[in-house]
């Protein structure tokens, strides 16, 4: 049971300006443009800084299940997510269950998912998980910094945006992305956020465990690579996000990441076999990418 995104693009990132219902559209309006929003083909509709919505074009977006993500400075941070309309809570029920009942057969299932092998233990507990996910998060990092020739001085989070690396800016960039997709796709499915199994005290503890599991193909190997492209430029600052915007839009359009997601999650807390239905895009459609 669940409801079929195939047919929508990944995001639409908006900012500067309002979002608004006009002779019965969704439109994004600022001093110099008025957007027509297609929100009935689009996954995640991403809000950044300056953008105002109306009461009108958030029910819109609700009925096109389209969820909404508000966004920081730059993309830096994901703030809130909105929760699109869901037709039972049949899914909702069934991850209670899981997560009461069934928590140790989900944590085995997820990290076959996360490591690419099955667990050799009969049992391990969350801390020993994390402490392995720590040492395997570090060699992705590095292996990563040798390939694009990057210094490596860690991931981590200075005081202030403006103090952090470009690579740490474009790895939380792209993380941001991930966590829109991911709320998305679990609140169009009926699931709970919040249900983590190795994150934990946050609405969106499931949604950092789910992002997790394509951090290492999608948002680092890009944050290095935008590195890699802009630590020569003089003034990189306000050039690289855009650019960034535009390859992550792509890159998650080209490798199809929504029905990656939507696979994953159905294997680990669903009872249908997405495996075997065909998933399909035009090819002549392409993502799209509306920035103010």
């Known amino acids: 049971m669940y409801l079929d995104l195939r047919g929508k693009l990944p995001h639409a990132y908006l900012e500067m300006g309002r979002l608004c219902m006009k002779e019965s559209a969704l439109h994004f309006v600022n001093e110099t443009t008025d957007v027509v929003i297609p929100a009935g083909?689009?996954?995640?509709?991403?809000?950044?800084?300056?953008?105002?919505?109306t009461h009108n074009a958030i029910k819109q977006c609700s009925w096109a299940k389209c969820t909404m993500v508000w966004v920081g400075e730059d993309i830096s941070k994901c703030y809130s997510v909105s929760s699109s309309v869901s037709r039972s809570s049949e899914n909702f029920q069934r991850q209670v269950f899981l997560y009461e009942h069934k928590k140790g057969t989900l944590l085995k299932k997820y990290y076959?998912?996360?490591?690419?092998?099955?667990?050799?233990?009969?049992?391990?507990?969350?801390?020993?998980?994390?402490?392995?996910?720590?040492a395997y998060m570090k060699k992705i990092y590095l292996e990563n910094a040798i390939k694009y020739g990057i210094p490596w001085?860690?991931?981590?989070?200075?005081?202030?945006?403006?103090?952090?690396t470009l690579y740490n800016r474009a790895i939380s960039i792209c993380n941001s992305y991930l966590y829109g997709l991911c709320s998305a796709v679990l609140n169009a499915?009926?699931?709970?956020t919040a249900l983590g199994l190795l994150h934990r005290g946050n609405m969106l503890s499931f949604t950092f465990d789910l992002?997790?599991?394509?951090?290492?193909d999608y948002s680092i190997p890009l944050g290095f690579e935008i590195a890699k492209q802009f630590r020569d430029v003089p003034e990189w600052e306000g050039l690289f996000e855009k650019e960034l915007r535009r390859k992550a839009l792509h890159k998650f359009f080209e490798l199809n990441i929504l029905v990656k997601i939507l696979t994953d999650v159905e294997d680990l807390l669903g009872n249908t076999d997405l495996h075997n239905q065909e998933y399909s895009r035009s090819d002549e459609e392409g993502p799209i990418s509306i920035s103010i």
């Open 41 to 53: 083909r689009i996954a995640a509709l991403f809000l950044g800084p300056g953008t105002t919505v």
């Open 112 to 134: 076959k998912k996360r490591f690419g092998k099955a667990p050799l233990w009969g049992k391990m507990s969350e801390e020993k998980i994390r402490g392995i996910e720590g």
């Open 153 to 164: 001085s860690g991931r981590m989070k200075a005081d202030g945006w403006d103090k952090q």
């Open 189 to 192: 499915l009926g699931y709970s």
């Open 211 to 216: 992002a997790d599991l394509y951090k290492k």
